[in-house]
DNA sequence: TTGTAAGCGTTATCAA
DNA sequence: TTGATAACGCTTACAA
């Protein structure tokens, strides 16, 4: 049971293409048609729509986990600029776990997505292929890759810098609680970011001054009791997100320890609650609903055919705040 | 050009259904067509499947924002709850903003969504005939709802539950810093609870010792900021939202004052934060991700035909930490 | 500019 | 148990 062939022209008055190329049709046809449209409450079917043209106005998304502010900002910004293109959304998270990943990239391809949005740059290896046999542009997020298109930043000259500025001021034995490095090209590069840039002051990073811990407050604040116990213990603490960093915070004040007074703490992602909580965290800012946002931009250009950009760099800014200083003159306090 | 139509029997292997009915075919055969399932890499297309059974096994879910880690976490159960039953999550977000929502929810049900997931009970009028129009199974979250499946908890019995607590350790001047009430149900029954509580108890909630702010840190030191330049100001704040809660954590020490000696400050939602930071937020424990999880239930029993609870009530509990406590007596102080 | 018909890759129905 | 053949509601190409 079919609708009105006029009406059958008219689409979705929720998106903004033209449904017909403007100018072939005529203005009292076009407007019988709308009439017709909102008599019936016409909607057409993108399911339908799907089948026929080979393309969803959906695009994919799968990200490591959504309970992290920062993951969902990116998604926020996605989906709103998504939104305002016509695209609709489609979500899946791994815990990441790769295996999964590829898993749930497969039921998405599957679901027909015009373009996929991933994190990072470490994938399972068939992943890649799958997407490439589909023809779904893909595009990686929280990244720079030399081979894959992707929207995001260094994650290691990031790092570095932060590195850098305690070296600059003065701090000599850094400690890091890094993410889990296996599988997650960010920490990893955020950790090797934060070596060599010590390494290249001549300054070693002590692998024993290395914690790795999943993301997350009580883990932050593991991390930081691990740091803490250590004979030489580090006068900075640096931390692979901002979470971690929190983790530490608290775990500093429970073991009576001054922030920055007695250890400097950095974080990494500017999450709004390093701006207001208790020194205040120095950190690495990341725009992520604008890596959001420059990812549907990426796709729905590179889905209609157009020529874009292999990497788009967003900018990333250290930003200081209390919970960094100079460390106390050697010998001086304890 | 299509596959043999012995693989086109066979479906999708990441989801669990069986493709055709068990014992509907012999071991021989079905071990042909695996065969060549395998052979040819062949995965069915979603998009064909959709179109000519009028289900997608996509499920849409529109929150008002990612950007807050309680609706984040929701989501998060939702889509895991959703993958282990084959189904695929659509989302979108509306900044509590009741036309964009049902904007998005006409793009949604246009991609043939089975069932539909809504935050609360406060929506645009036209939106339930729309649901109805496309038949598609609705079910709310966060609240209860009589004549509406939901599922959720008592808002203001829950915000209630927290003025009884405050008042229970002797605060009788108690101010609220509750979410915007307009189009949002939730923030007006926490800010009704909470009212009622205390009339119960013949206190009365002084309208000026009530500010309305939208959700989020600066707004809710705003919020604290508005409370303690009152000239009687209150012994208590209750918060509509943990992150309001948290501001006003941080406005309380900006302005030098003691929690819980000068003042007591209570939130609602238990994000993780809550129990780390500062004196520890007292506040009412919401179970977001077994929200999502009940609701992809929910929908997907209602999606096979089968009968379900109208309400189904998840638990809340009042959890007490440190940023609460008695008032101090009267007259001594400031 | 408008109308028509042939797919798109499944599911569903009905014969065999 | 198997095979064939309509839909499903659109898009697209082509004819009028």
Redesign the interface.
């Known amino acids: 049971m079919n609708v009105t062939t006029a009406a059958k022209r008219r689409r979705?008055s929720?998106?903004r293409e033209t449904p017909v190329p403007s100018g072939s049709v005529r203005a009292p046809t076009r407007e019988r048609v709308e009439a017709a449209v909102q008599r019936l409450?016409y909607?057409?079917?993108?399911?339908?729509r799907?089948?026929a043209s080979r393309r969803?106005h959906?695009i994919g998304a799968i990200v490591p986990?959504?309970?992290d502010?920062i993951f969902?900002?990116g998604?926020?910004g996605l989906?709103?600029a998504l939104?305002g293109e016509?695209y609709?959304?489609?979500?899946?998270?791994h815990e990441y776990d790769l295996d999964q990943e590829l898993?749930?990239a497969?039921?998405?391809?599957?679901?027909?997505i015009d373009g996929l949005f991933l994190i990072g740059k470490d994938h399972h290896p068939e992943l890649r292929a799958r997407t490439r046999?589909r023809g779904a542009p893909t595009v990686l997020g929280w990244t720079l890759s030399a081979d894959e298109p992707s929207i995001g930043f260094d994650n290691a000259r990031a790092a570095a810098s932060l590195a850098d500025y305690l070296w600059s001021i003065g701090h000599r034995r850094i400690g890091m609680i890094a993410g889990p490095t296996a599988e997650n090209d960010r920490a990893r590069e955020r950790l090797e970011g934060v070596r060599a840039a010590l390494a290249r002051r001549g300054v070693a990073l002590d692998p024993r001054a290395v914690v790795e811990r999943a993301y997350?407050?009580e883990e932050g604040?593991e991390g930081m009791r691990a740091l803490m116990a250590l004979e030489d213990r580090p006068t900075a603490v640096a931390c692979g997100k901002d979470v971690l960093a929190?983790?530490a915070l608290?775990e500093a004040a429970s073991l009576g320890l001054d922030v920055p007074g007695d250890v400097s703490i950095a974080g990494f992602d500017d999450l709004?609650?390093a701006a207001?909580?208790g020194p205040g965290l120095t950190t690495v800012g990341v725009p992520a609903s604008l890596i959001g946002a420059r990812a549907a931009e990426h796709l729905i250009r590179r889905i209609a055919g157009e020529t874009v950009a292999t990497a788009t760099e967003v900018p990333t800014r250290l930003i200081v705040r209390g919970s960094t200083a100079p460390p106390r003159a050697r010998g001086s306090g304890e």
Chains 1, 2 share one sequence.
């Open positions: 979705n929720t998106t409450g909607e057409a079917d993108a399911t339908a799907a089948l969803s959906t986990t959504l309970d502010a969902a900002a998604i926020e989906q709103r939104a016509g609709t959304l489609l979500i899946a998270s898993a749930q497969r039921t998405l391809l599957g679901r027909g046999a997350g407050l604040r929190f983790g608290f709004p609650l207001q909580i």
